[in-house]
């Protein structure tokens, strides 16, 4: 039985609000969602703050669409998109950029034209296969925050904490919109808004590890919190879990 005595807290040596998070008992936070909900934002937070790694596994998916789509492929084509994998080389820095076989993309795939497509590669069976297998590689034996759609369910159902962020349509094509502004990403709100509810009815209805909460995931309505808001709650719920994190 976990009575919490197999871990320890350290204040970080840089001291602060940085917590080194020293568990023997790694800790694993699943943050699911459908599209543009804020979950990166809100994952990259929490991680910094329990000092470990994020893991952005819809990076992952762009980076292979990405990679379809500069071969020229068209991304329905299920069967000539899959035969790439052997060609995919996708690494995530510890410091948030991502690379394709050696390429800095991490502006890229942000890019509407890939979001557009990235649903129907995340659709696909092997690929998803192949990209689970880097990311339950990824987490190794260390303790993670891991956002996408199917942390809780498939990648790591052995998450501690499973959150499954959701806001609605409109307030979320709102925050991609200007968030796609701030970065110089030409769009307008109605496009942002029909590729989000265009992905999430791909993301959800899938065959292979869809789009849902799994059934032991805490629900969290961010359409009128503030991003800090958010990380203070999760980061409360990981506290009541797990124990003070606050050395
Ligand atoms: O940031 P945003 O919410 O727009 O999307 P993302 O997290 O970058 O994910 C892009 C796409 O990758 C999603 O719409 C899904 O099609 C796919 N994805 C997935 O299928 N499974 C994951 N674990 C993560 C992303």
């Given at each position: 039985m976990d009575d919490g005595s197999q871990r320890d807290y350290l204040t970080h040596?840089?001291?602060?609000?940085?917590?080194?998070?020293?568990?023997?008992n790694k800790l694993i936070l699943a943050i699911d969602g459908p599209a543009a909900a804020g979950k990166s934002t809100v994952a990259k937070l929490v991680a910094k703050k329990l000092n470990i790694t994020y893991i952005d596994t819809g990076a992952m998916y762009r980076a292979f669409t990405l990679f379809v789509m500069q071969k020229g492929i068209?991304?329905?084509?299920q069967q000539a998109c899959e035969a790439l994998i052997p060609q995919v080389k996708i690494l995530l820095a510890p410091t948030g950029e991502v690379f394709l076989n050696g390429q800095d993309v991490s502006k890229d795939i942000r890019d509407p034209k890939v979001s557009a497509q990235v649903s129907y590669i995340a659709s696909y069976k092997t690929i998803r296969l192949a990209l689970v297998d880097l990311q339950r590689h990824m987490a190794g034996n260390q303790s993670v925050v891991m956002d996408g759609?199917?942390?809780?369910?498939?990648?790591?159902?052995?998450?501690n904490i499973k959150i499954f962020q959701i806001a609605s349509v409109e307030t979320r094509a709102v925050r991609r919109y200007e968030e796609n502004l701030s970065k110089g990403i030409a769009c307008t709100l109605e496009s942002v808004e029909e590729d989000l509810r265009h992905r999430d009815y791909i993301d959800s209805h899938?065959?292979?590890?869809?789009l849902k909460p799994a059934v032991d995931s805490i629900l969290i309505d961010?359409?009128?919190?503030?991003v800090n808001e958010v990380v203070e709650r999760i980061l409360d719920i990981v506290q009541k879990k797990v124990g003070s994190i606050h050395a």
């Open positions: 040596p840089r001291g602060g609000f940085g917590i080194l998070w020293k568990m023997k068209d991304p329905q084509r759609r199917d942390i809780g369910t498939y990648v790591l159902p052995e998450a899938r065959d292979f590890a869809p961010t359409s009128f919190m503030t």
